[in-house]
């Protein structure tokens, strides 16, 4: 059986495990072809760790890219999108979806411009706006709990969330986009945290939680949303892919920890891959 052939869109940070350098590993551990198209090139990411980091605006250098990859009659089976700079970037990315996606490709969206309660540094609530509308061109959304309040346009929640909260919460993205959502952060009580996913194939919410440590984790966002992409594009179901992304996350969070490095350049996701890939061949064995 063929690889998948799939694109990543989102920014590199280059010295940090986030965004590209965490989605690319991973997505192709998991058995699929992948091609990048870089939104911006930044030394680090915008953390209030790092001050003086240099950032490049990629935009027209896509537009190329494109152009070329056009030419040669390029299609893709699955997308995965990451941080987007502006609201041009997201009408590139409603093109490229329109243009280069298969007619039965998962279009995973990662609607990554804020966490914590409040947006990232330059994103304003216009953008938030035209991000909801690019969630209904995708085929499974995974906003965090912050950025699926904007989104919704509901008041933040404040932890541990009560169910009811969420399902209302989830109501709300499912008319953003009825096809799949995978909601991320759920804290129902604090010492566990994970995600619920909901679709169209299975309407009843599934939850997935994992042990809960206190603190933040760059770049944990950006592995999670590629963890179900990759095995997404492998057509794993989405519960098995959303499970299989809360526990990555959490054995990467808790090694990353034991190791005492500095956790703003992001998390040690590298000794763990074998994890997911056993994953994949659990319910996709080698033909």
């Known amino acids: 059986m063929s690889q998948p052939r799939v694109l990543i869109i989102q920014d590199i940070s280059a010295s940090c495990r986030i965004s590209m350098n965490v989605a690319v590993p991973v997505v192709s551990c998991l ?53 987007l700079g502006s609201r041009q970037q997201i009408d590139i990315v409603r093109g490229i979806i329109q243009t280069f996606a298969a007619e039965d490709a998962h279009i995973v969206l990662d609607p990554a411009m804020g966490d914590q309660g409040v947006l990232y540094p330059g994103f304003t609530l216009e953008y938030v706006d035209e991000m909801a509308a690019l969630c209904n061109e995708a085929t499974v959304i995974t906003p965090n709990v912050t950025e699926a309040c904007f989104l919704t346009k509901r008041p933040m929640l404040k932890k541990p969330y009560k169910e009811a909260e969420v399902a209302e919460l989830l109501a709300d993205l499912r008319v953003l986009n009825p096809k799949s959502v995978i909601l991320t952060g759920v804290a129902l ?63 990467v969070i808790e090694r990353t920890l034991k190791s005492g490095r500095e956790l703003h350049y992001g998390v040690q996701f590298e000794t763990d891959l074998p994890y997911l890939i056993d994953q994949l061949r659990k319910y996709k064995p080698v033909e």
């Open 31 to 83: 058995d699929n072809w992948v091609s990048i198209l870089p939104t911006a090139l930044l030394s680090t990411h915008t953390g209030k760790e790092f001050e003086g980091y240099t950032f490049l605006d990629l935009t027209q250098e896509m537009g190329g890219i494109l152009q070329h990859w056009q030419s040669l009659g390029i299609e893709f089976d699955g997308i995965l999108i990451g941080y």
């Open 189 to 251: 009580e604090m010492e566990t945290i994970g995600a619920v996913c909901v679709s169209q194939n299975e309407p009843e919410a599934h939850y997935a939680f994992a042990k809960h440590f206190p603190g933040h984790y760059d770049g944990a966002g950006d592995l999670f949303t590629s963890v179900i992409a990759g095995l997404l594009f492998q057509d794993l179901p989405l519960t098995v892919a959303t499970e299989t992304a809360v526990h990555y996350n959490s054995r």
